[in-house]
């Protein structure tokens, strides 16, 4: 599958601070996702960007998907400890013959300091 | 009440054994997938099936086999060839290109987590 790049691995903010993640490419995709897996938990799908520049917004949760479709990120505005997780991003590959596969970022750990 | 369950929550591997992990889905899906995840490694592929009696290996695959006699289920078998199981095991969901839509959202199980004795 495609390679993605994400980072950082962690990241500890006191609450109330802005969060962001990345995510780096270095072929061109043709969608991105997130998901946020929360300590003990499964992950759970937040958004899938596909148009270049795209913007999605979700409350305090802003998606940008990078204009030559190569990157994107997530922030979050003025965290809270309900925000604690690992955000992952995701890019699928079709590899023909009706195989699809999603391939996962090593995702960033957030911690949220009360 | 539809979704994706995993059985056990927890299991314990003896070396030399062979152990089965279960995933049931009820969403009607036609894709499946079984990830492993490690600390700080994120997931990583072991095993899809995009429709019933079909499969593909996917990044990690040595050491685990599938099968995929009916639709709803996706069991994984974590064999003896495979040295370092202790992980976090997750299977998934999708809609699945079969179905004629790009649905490409996965739907993730409970997990199991496999410990090796």
């Known amino acids: 599958g495609q390679q993605v790049m994400q980072i950082p691995q962690y990241q500890h903010v006191q609450e109330g601070e802005d969060f962001t993640t990345y995510c780096n490419s270095s072929t061109t995709l043709s969608n991105i996702q997130w998901y946020k897996q929360r300590p003990g938990g499964h992950p759970v799908f937040l958004i899938q960007l596909v148009k270049s520049g795209e913007v999605k917004k979700q409350k305090r949760l802003t998606f940008q998907f990078g204009e030559a479709k190569k990157n994107s990120s997530l922030h979050i505005t003025a965290t809270q400890t309900t925000d604690v997780g690992t955000y992952f991003c995701a890019v699928g590959t079709n590899s023909g013959a009706g195989s699809y596969q999603l391939t996962f970022g090593k995702g960033t750990k957030l911690s949220v300091i009360p | 009440d539809g979704g994706i369950t995993q059985s056990p929550k927890y299991l314990f591997r003896k070396e030399g054994q062979n152990v089965t992990l279960s995933c049931e889905q009820n969403?009607?899906?036609?894709?499946m997938y079984w990830y492993r995840q490690d600390p700080g490694q994120g997931l990583r592929l072991i095993y899809y099936?995009?429709?019933?009696?079909?499969?593909q290996k996917g990044d990690i695959a040595e050491g685990y086999s599938v099968s995929r006699e009916k639709k709803e289920s996706f069991p994984l078998t974590v064999t003896s060839a495979q040295k370092n199981p202790t992980a976090f095991y997750l299977c998934?969901?999708?809609?699945?290109?079969?179905?004629?839509?790009?649905?490409?959202?996965?739907?993730f199980g409970p997990g199991t987590r496999l410990l090796v004795l």
């Open positions: 969403l009607n899906h036609d894709a």
């Open positions: 998934a969901s999708s809609i699945g290109w079969t179905s004629g839509a790009s649905q490409e959202t996965q739907y």
């Open positions: 099936s995009q429709i019933v009696n079909d499969f």
